[in-house]
Structure formats: structure tokens, C-alpha cells
């Protein structure tokens, strides 16, 4: 190559960088210059008012989500919803991310415009993580049960739903969890994740567990049933996406009810089956980073996620089969959308939740045992 | 460590010409045996790109056919996410540009070593081999804080160029190894000094151009190395193109357009290899 | 070497305005400087916090979580899964490379194969495992393999596919190397096909076909997207096991864990380039 040529090719990079530093948004918070500093008010009503949050909103003209895949819990039609009111533009980051993952993104990207303003997280990383959190209450803060929130506004919860199976309808009807163990089922059974990482996973062991005769104290019965599905061969480590399922790959899969509609999934004969003993519940909750990029616009975001207005989050996640937290209030109050309600699927019986200590239990015994036993 | 081959360079002639001298029986064992194993190779890599490319042109049901997956490379957009089409743009200007950096790093580094520093060249050999026993995910870990202090100034998943040359030095410098190691250094950089030619003059106006086959083969090694890069963009929270189909390929049912991107992909940098097969200068042997 | 120096004064000499204080090494310190920023430095991070406990304070007991049984699982995992897939990979690659050797230079089939091995190298991730899927999967295309699923026989067949690519390309100049010559000799000399590769041919090759292994098997060590989006419900090698101490939601995440993970990682490679060194040492005797 000659030199002009080499000089050119510098020169050209040389114009890429600083076209790409001239042309970048800088890391201007864009907080606003009015007197409410919105990264330290707990509620709207303290800030100055609904108009003055949602003014306050617009100025920062952008908020920064992380982890909320479109296709789970209806947040494609959330997202489009909150930008279509308030015309704020969303940057959606990792859609495919893990909570701990929104969780390390807060802390490596600190004091950069790229923070996530918003957390949507499992209750795991939410109790450990509260010092990265500004309490804020949502105007509607006394519709949420005490037991879903944190009492300063932390973290709180807002959807959730019942661990369930997802199947083919090629399979016929599944009545039991140890159908599954018929040699009908072979190399197709398949969690959503590895339970010592993914939530989802830990959940399906547990229920699995449930099912057993089990408690939420042990998840040791849940374990015993993945060894004898592998046994059986009918245990599939693949990784269970739209894509296999729709290629027939995983034909069955453990996931959260709202994870496993026939729209979500892909395929239109899909069904759903939670067993009647083992009704196991998990919902996630919402937080807001201390140090956000857009205070403001954070905040207007959870007001818009706990509005009971008809497209408000609460409606718009149970349009997309999940539980939201205020569902009993917008029972009462009228506001919830009846026919989505009814969509949800029916169960008989008591949910069962996991506390902080089940959970980090069960995390511990699957640490020392799932590989074993499934490996 | 042996040098790598490079696109387009072939042995001399001398021994071509040996080759069709040999025994005749051993000859047509010989092409027995090179058949039998081009087919078979050839069934073994081109199976799953078919499959591929039959999964590309699926329609929504299984079983039917059609080019929507196609049409959506330009057209594909989830919501709050950039469209493909920005994260395959993005994708292309960091190739380029860990291109021209590494490029602008290595040649004029490795060329200096071995004119005036030899003593450094071993070491060089063995700073450029570290990044391959460093896996990315760990190389991630510790760039947090790096990445950190690169957010504050600028945002854009562009940035990602000051790690991927690192990534990109085993390979490219190994290519460029080779090219410098098939001329005669020493003599050309004497005979241009004692015409009076500056340092500069040397490297960049005798040196160099000797070693275009060499630098395109680090060229290529390294694009094909950003094209496919994952793990480092996806755990840095960028969305390059790789990091995008991982998402698209978790979050969407008809997921054709990942097969259809790579497939595309793939066809491109094929294409481009074949061509540059034919650019590339034939190498002169020392016999 | 002294003689151009000799030049070089001479040159010198010919500018008399001109005085070279600053030694030559200066050169080459916008690459040093590089390399320490954005590489040497990362290593030093993850090293030091490895030895570290979540609170900052020095752990150095830390160390001894690597004779743990199920760390020593995963690391076993890795190296069966990276010896496997090299070994195969380095065998068939070097196949195929004098297969590619031994035809016309100039010819299309030679330059088909190297703009597919330049290719596929780094080809990986969702897309191959997806591939395979779909081929020999449950359901697959071609057939349905049972093996397929057992950690490490399914993912090491993925594993050769961008792992014979790549040892073409690294093993190709060599083969190019060994002269027709020399093998018409040693049939003069009434050498069979397998004394020349006794003798000759493979203590030839021997070195580079080492070195092409070893590069497989780092490789192979990082390699993370494809096993990832193949499966990700039992963690088999230890990038997967980083990937859970870095990102785990039910309350396993631990950075320094993953840190040590890492450690790990470079002190098996280390291991292995002695050994490699160790036995390039003696191949390189043959050669004397």
C-alpha cells in the first residue's frame, strides 16, 4: 500500500473518531434547571404535583430501561404505550439480560448516561441490592398489599405469576407431573435457564418440588424429580427459545404462566398445565436507581407501571397474562380489565411464595446438587 | 508457532511443476485420497449452512416457504431497541476501524522491531499470544472499570474498537509475521539507507508495500473477528450485531431474520475472500 | 546485524544536523503502551480481585476454592471438552491441509477451501448451535442422535466445526513448507510411504502441528457464546460457571468468585504452553 494511501486511511479514521465524538449525546443528565430536584423526592405529591413531574419528565426527554424482553409480560406494549403519552424516548438495553445483570449495569456504568434509570428484578437481587435504591411511593401506593412492598418505597412489586408447564398439544393432556416421566416425553423436557442463575429455573425446580410432596423449605424432592427425568431421558439441557420451541425441539417447558401463553410461545398449540398442589407464585419488583441519569423521567415511568387506568401498566400486564400487584384493589374499584382477568389461567388453592431465606436455601442446595444430579 | 497461510498466496511454481513429475500409482492414490476427503469435509461444513439457509427462507408455519426473513434484515425493529439494520451498521464501522487502528498499531511497531529493536521481538510474540490465553470473559471482567471511565466521554457501542484490537492482535499479528518474514528485511532497509531514505521512507514507502499480502490477510482475520465477536459487546451492555441475533433469537418465535443475517453474513465475507484470493499476490519463494 | 549498524552510522554520518538521543525502543511504545492499558491492566483486575472477598479485604485463602470437587468439576468439563475438540480438530484439520497442499496451487478448490476456512474460524454462537439443532436434534433434519446431548460428545462436534477451519489455516504454511523434493528423495533412498512419515515428514511437521493444537485448545478454553446458546441449563465448562458467578439472579452472583474462575483459566493455560514448550523442546531435537 503506499503512504497516500496509508495517510487517507488515517486520516479517515481519524475523521470516524471524531465525527463519532461530535455527534454523541454527551453525558449530560439533563437534569432539570426548575428549582424540584426529582432524584431526591419520595413521592409526587412531595415533588410538586403530577404536571410538574411529567414537565420535569419531557425536559430529560429519555428514559433507560434494561432487561424487559417485548414479548414477556406484554412490555413491548408497555414501552410503545409510555412514549406514545409522554413522548420520552426509551433506550431499551440487554432485553435478554438477568437481574443481577441490570444490577452490575448499574454499578459499572455509575455517572455515565447510560445508567439504567429503572430496575425490573426478582426479589433475590432486589433484597440485595437496596443500596443502590431510591425509595419513591407511587400515588397509588396504599392499593399495593404490605407485604409486596418495601415500607420506604425501595423496591416494589409488580406482576407476577404461577410457575407452570408449556406443552405441545401433540402430547395429549397432562394431568400429572409425573406424566412427564412417560417414555413419550423423551429429550423433551427443558427448564427456562440454569436454576442456579436463572430465577426462572430455581422456580421450576421448586415447583417441581412442590408437586413431589415437598415443601417450600426443601427443594430437595424437586432436584430428586430432574434426576429421574434424566434418568428416564426425557431431560433436555437446551436452551428452550421461541425458536427451538417452534421447531420442536422443546416441546415441553417449565416457565411462569404468563411466559408460557400460545402468543408468547410462537406456536398455536401450546397448552398450559399448573398442578392443583403445587402453586407456586414469584413476583418481580420495581426499583429505582439512586443515581439515576433521569430522575424524572424514572419516576413518571413508575407512576405510569402502578396507574390503574385502563392503559395504565397494571392493565397493560395483565392484557399480557401476568398478575399485576394491585389486582385485588382494581378488583374492588372496578378499574381492572375483566376480560383479561378471565384469560388468567384458573387455579384452585393457596399460592405459595417463597421468602428471602427459602430462596437463598434453595439457591445454596442447587449450588451443591443440580449439576450432579442432571449433569 | 507456525505462521499462518494467507488468502490468495501460493507456493512457487518449483514445486508444481515437482508435483506432476511424481510416480504415477501415487499420483492417483494421492488423488483418490483428495477427493474422498473434499467430499466429506465438504458435506461436513456445508450441512449446517443449509440448514440454516432452509431456516432463513421458513415461512411462519413449518413447512412453508418465504423471503420475509430476508426482506427483515433492512426492516427489522424491536421495540425500544435500535433496528438490526443500525446494529449491523454499527458492527461494519467497528470492523473498519479496528482495522485501520490495529493496522496503524502493528506495522509500524513490528517493522521498527525488526529493523532496530530485535531484542524486543520475542516479547512482542509473547504479548500478542496473551490475549488468546485470556479468554474474553474474563478480559470483560476486569475492563469494567475501563469501560467505566470510557462511558463518561462517550457513549457509543463504537468504543468497543480499544479492546477488539487487542483481540484481534494474535491473529493479525501472526499474519503480519508471515508477510515480514518472507522478505528480506534487512537487505531492503540497508540498500534504502544508503540511498539516503529516512526511517520513515523506509517503513512505510520499501518495507510495507513488500508485505501487502500479509497485511491483507491480517485485514481479513480481523474483520472476521469483529463480525463475529459476542461475549465481550454482550457483557459491556453494547449491541453489536451479535449481540443483537443472541437477543432477536430469545425474544422473537420467527426468529428466521438471525438465520438470514448470518447467512448473509457468512455469504459476504466468502465472497469477499474468494475475490481477494485472486488480488492477492503470488508469493516469491526463496527455492 | 553489524553491518547495519555500520550502515546506519554511515547513514548517519551523510546528515550531519541530525543526533538520535532517544534510543530505539522509544518506537514501540505506542503499542507497549496499548497493550498495558487495555490489557496487561484488565489481567492485573482480575487477578488482584480474585484474591479479594466481597467487602475489598485480601483473601488470599481464596486460592484454595480452586481444589473445591465442583470447581475441580468444571474445570475438568473444560479441559476434556478443549482437549477433544483440538485434538480432533488439529487431526482433521491437518487432514484436509494436505489435502488442500497437494493439489494445484493456483487451482479453485485451493482457494475455496482457505475462503471457507477463513470463514468459518469464527463462525460460532446461536446461529451454529441453532444449526446443529435442527440437524441432528431431537427432531432433526438429517437424524436423531441420542449422544448428541452428552456433555462432551454433542458440543465437541460444534466445536470442531470452527476448529478445523482454523487449523488449516495455521498448518497450511507448513505443509507448503516440506518440499516435494525431500519425499522424492527418500523414495530413492527405498524409504516406504510410513518411513518418510516416521522420519522425515512428521518430525517436519511435528512442531507447527503442536503449536496448531495448542491455538485450538485456547480456543476452544474461551469459547463461550455457542455452549451458551446451545444449552444453558447445567453449566459444564467453567465460562459458563463465570458467566453464573457474574450474572446469577437467585442470589449466587459473586464477583470475585468469577474472578478466581478466571485465575483458574490462566493458570491452566499456562500450564498447558509448558507443556507445549516442554514437548517442542524435544520435537525440535529430531530435527538436530
Not at chain 2, 415461512?59 to 413447512?63: E, M, P, S, T, V
Not at chain 3, 550531519?16 to 518506537?27: F, M, T, Y
Given at each position: 500500500m503506499r503512504s497516500s494511501y496509508r495517510l487517507a486511511l488515517a486520516g479517515a479514521a481519524a475523521a470516524c473518531l471524531l465525527a463519532a465524538g461530535c455527534s454523541s449525546s454527551g453525558s449530560s443528565s439533563g437534569s432539570s434547571s426548575s428549582a424540584t430536584n426529582w432524584a431526591t423526592q419520595t413521592s409526587v405529591s412531595a415533588g410538586g404535583g403530577m404536571n410538574a413531574l411529567v414537565a420535569a419528565a419531557k425536559k430529560e426527554g429519555t428514559l433507560n430501561v434494561i432487561a424487559l424482553p417485548p414479548t414477556w409480560a406484554n412490555y413491548g406494549a408497555i414501552l410503545s404505550a409510555f412514549t406514545a403519552k409522554y413522548g420520552i424516548k426509551i433506550n431499551s438495553a440487554l432485553p435478554d439480560g438477568t437481574s443481577q445483570q441490570e444490577v452490575n449495569a448499574v454499578k459499572t456504568e455509575s455517572g455515565t448516561a447510560k445508567a439504567p434509570d429503572v430496575l425490573d428484578v426478582g426479589m433475590a437481587v432486589a433484597l440485595a441490592n437496596t443500596s443502590l435504591f431510591a425509595p419513591y411511593q407511587v400515588s397509588t401506593w396504599s392499593a399495593i398489599p404490605t407485604a409486596q412492598k418495601e415500607s420506604t418505597g425501595l423496591w416494589v412489586q409488580d406482576y407476577g405469576g404461577y410457575m407452570a408447564i408449556g406443552y405441545s398439544s401433540k402430547f395429549g393432556t397432562i394431568t400429572s407431573l409425573n406424566d412427564l416421566l412417560k417414555p413419550q416425553f423423551k429429550g423433551a423436557v427443558a427448564l427456562n435457564g440454569n436454576p442456579t442463575s436463572a430465577n426462572a429455573g430455581l422456580n421450576g425446580v421448586m415447583m417441581a418440588s412442590l408437586a413431589e410432596g415437598g415443601s417450600a423449605s426443601s427443594i430437595a424432592p424437586g432436584v430428586d424429580f430432574f434426576k429421574k427425568l434424566k434418568a428416564a431421558g426425557n431431560f433436555s439441557p437446551v436452551s428452550a427459545t421461541g425458536a427451538t420451541i417452534k421447531a420442536g425441539t422443546t416441546p415441553v417447558v417449565f416457565n411462569w404462566d404468563y411466559l408460557n401463553l400460545p402468543s408468547y410461545v410462537g406456536v398455536s398449540n401450546w397448552k398450559v398445565f399448573i398442578p392443583q398442589n403445587a402453586i407456586l407464585g414469584g413476583y418481580y419488583a420495581q426499583a429505582i436507581n439512586k443515581t439515576a441519569p433521569h430522575p424524572a423521567a424514572a419516576r413518571l415511568w413508575e407512576e405510569f407501571l402502578y396507574s390503574q387506568a385502563a392503559s395504565g401498566g397494571q392493565n397493560l400486564w395483565l392484557q399480557g397474562g401476568a398478575r399485576p400487584v394491585e389486582q385485588l384493589a382494581m378488583a374492588n374499584n372496578g378499574s381492572i380489565d375483566k376480560a383479561a382477568a378471565a384469560k388468567l389461567p384458573a387455579v384452585t388453592g393457596t399460592p405459595t411464595f417463597l421468602s428471602a431465606s427459602q430462596s437463598t436455601d434453595a439457591a445454596d442446595y442447587l449450588a451443591a446438587n443440580w449439576a450432579k444430579a442432571v449433569g | 508457532m507456525a505462521a499462518l497461510t494467507s488468502v490468495g498466496e501460493t507456493p512457487a511454481p518449483a514445486e508444481a511443476a515437482g508435483q506432476r513429475g511424481m510416480h504415477g500409482r501415487r499420483r492417483r492414490r494421492l488423488n483418490i485420497f483428495r477427493y474422498v476427503v473434499f467430499t466429506l469435509f465438504g458435506a461436513f461444513f456445508l450441512l449446517p449452512l443449509l440448514a440454516m439457509a432452509r431456516f432463513s427462507l421458513e415461512?411462519?408455519?413449518?413447512?412453508t416457504w418465504s423471503v420475509t426473513a430476508w426482506k427483515q434484515i433492512a426492516s427489522y425493529q424491536g421495540t425500544g431497541v435500535p433496528p438490526l439494520l443500525s446494529s449491523i451498521e454499527i458492527t461494519l464501522e467497528l470492523a473498519v476501524i479496528t482495522c485501520v487502528v490495529t493496522l496503524a498499531l502493528l506495522v509500524p511497531t513490528m517493522i521498527w522491531v525488526r529493523l532496530r529493536?530485535?531484542?524486543l521481538a520475542r516479547p512482542m510474540e509473547f504479548l500478542s499470544l496473551l490475549p488468546l490465553t485470556i479468554p474474553a470473559i474474563v478480559l470483560v471482567v476486569g475492563l469494567g472499570p475501563i469501560y467505566n471511565r470510557i462511558q463518561h466521554y462517550e457513549l457509543s457501542a463504537l468504543m468497543l474498537f480499544w479492546v477488539y484490537v487487542i483481540l484481534a492482535l494474535p491473529f493479525a499479528y501472526r499474519a503480519l509475521a508471515a508477510g515480514l518474514s518472507a522478505i528480506d528485511v534487512e537487505t531492503l532497509s540497508e540498500a534504502a539507507r544508503s540511498l539516503g531514505a529516512s526511517w520513515f521512507t523506509v517503513m512505510f514507502r520499501v518495507i510495507a508495500p513488500n508485505m501487502r499480502q500479509g497485511i491483507l490477510n491480517a485485514l481479513l482475520l480481523t474483520w472476521a473477528l469483529v463480525l463475529g465477536e459476542f461475549t465481550i459487546a454482550f457483557l459491556l451492555l453494547y449491541n453489536n450485531l451479535q449481540a443483537e441475533l443472541y437477543s432477536i433469537s430469545r425474544n422473537t418465535p420467527n426468529a428466521g431474520v438471525i438465520f438470514s443475517t448470518s447467512t448473509a453474513a457468512l455469504l459476504f465475507a466468502f465472497v469477499l475472500l474468494l475475490i481477494l484470493s485472486y488480488a492477492g499476490r503470488r508469493r516469491r519463494g526463496r527455492g | 546485524m553489524a553491518v547495519a549498524a555500520t550502515t546506519q552510522t554511515g547513514a548517519r554520518a551523510s546528515r550531519?544536523?541530525?543526533?538520535?538521543?532517544?534510543?530505539?525502543?522509544?518506537?514501540t511504545v505506542p503499542f507497549l503502551a496499548y497493550v498495558a492499558v487495555f490489557l496487561l491492566w484488565p489481567t492485573a483486575i482480575v487477578v488482584v480481585d480474585s484474591l479479594k472477598n466481597p467487602n475489598g479485604a485480601w483473601a488470599f485463602a481464596n486460592i484454595t476454592k480452586l481444589g473445591d470437587p465442583l470447581v475441580r468439576g468444571y474445570f475438568i468439563g473444560s479441559f476434556k471438552l478443549c482437549l477433544l475438540s483440538s485434538v480432533f480438530g488439529a487431526v482433521f484439520g491437518a487432514i484436509l491441509a494436505y489435502a488442500v497442499a497437494s493439489g494445484n496451487p493456483d487451482g479453485l478448490i485451493r482457494r475455496l477451501y482457505l475462503a471457507i476456512s477463513g470463514v468459518l474460524a469464527q463462525f460460532g454462537g446461536v446461529t451454529l448451535a441453532f444449526a446443529f439443532l435442527v440437524l441432528i436434534?431431537?427432531?432433526g433434519l438429517l437424524f436423531h442422535a441420542s449422544w448428541f446431548y452428552s456433555f462432551p460428545w454433542g458440543i465437541t462436534l460444534i466445536y470442531t466445526y470452527f476448529q478445523i477451519p482454523l487449523m488449516v489455516l495455521v498448518f497450511l504454511p507448513a505443509i507448503d513448507g516440506v518440499k516435494v523434493q525431500w519425499r522424492e528423495a527418500s523414495e530413492n533412498l527405498g524409504a516406504s510411504a510410513w518411513q518418510y512419515w516416521r522420519y522425515v515428514g512428521g518430525p517436519l511437521l511435528a512442531p507447527a502441528f503442536l503449536g496448531g493444537t495448542l491455538l485450538l485448545f485456547a480456543n476452544a478454553l474461551s469459547a463461550f457464546a455457542t455452549i451458551q446458546a446451545w444449552e444453558n441449563q447445567i453449566a459444564y465448562i467453567v465460562p459458563q460457571q463465570i458467566s453464573t458467578a457474574l450474572s446469577s439472579e437467585v442470589g449466587l452472583s459473586n464477583v470475585n468468585v468469577a474472578d478466581l474462575l478466571a485465575l483458574g483459566m490462566v493458570i491452566m493455560v499456562a500450564i498447558v504452553m509448558t507443556g507445549y514448550a516442554l514437548l517442542q523442546r524435544r520435537a525440535a531435537r529430531w530435527l538436530r
Open positions: - | 415461512g411462519a408455519k413449518l413447512g529493536v530485535q531484542w | 550531519p544536523g541530525r543526533r538520535l538521543s532517544v534510543p530505539a525502543w522509544v518506537g436434534g431431537p427432531v
